[in-house]
């Protein structure tokens, strides 16, 4: 009974660490934290899947498609900061903003 405790002890500190270095809240950019921001703060207006609809924001898809890479973020922080057109600023913070890239560029082209 003794070598098997010895044996369980070890798998289960293992299966313990891998399940906390995958859940949400960690360190660096989070596309799963980017869509739960995205849906809560910029969802009544844009559509979150699928197209959005006339005379309302541009679907993330179609956001992710125009601003790719450096230019996805530099845009997020600028909103973030100073709004855009009839929206106002965010004031996400940076780790949000990085979230919210992430997801964008986690999305399929159009």
Known sequence: MRPTLLVLA???????AAGCASTPGGDGPSAARGQLTAEARCGTCHAI???????????????????????????LTEIDETGHFNMPPLKMGDADVEDIAAWLESLPLP
């Open 10 to 16: 070890p798998c289960a500190a293992l299966l313990l």
């Open 49 to 75: 899947t699928g197209e959005a609809e006339p005379g309302k924001a541009p679907s993330f898809a179609n956001l992710a498609a125009r601003y790719r890479a450096h230019s996805l973020r530099a845009r």
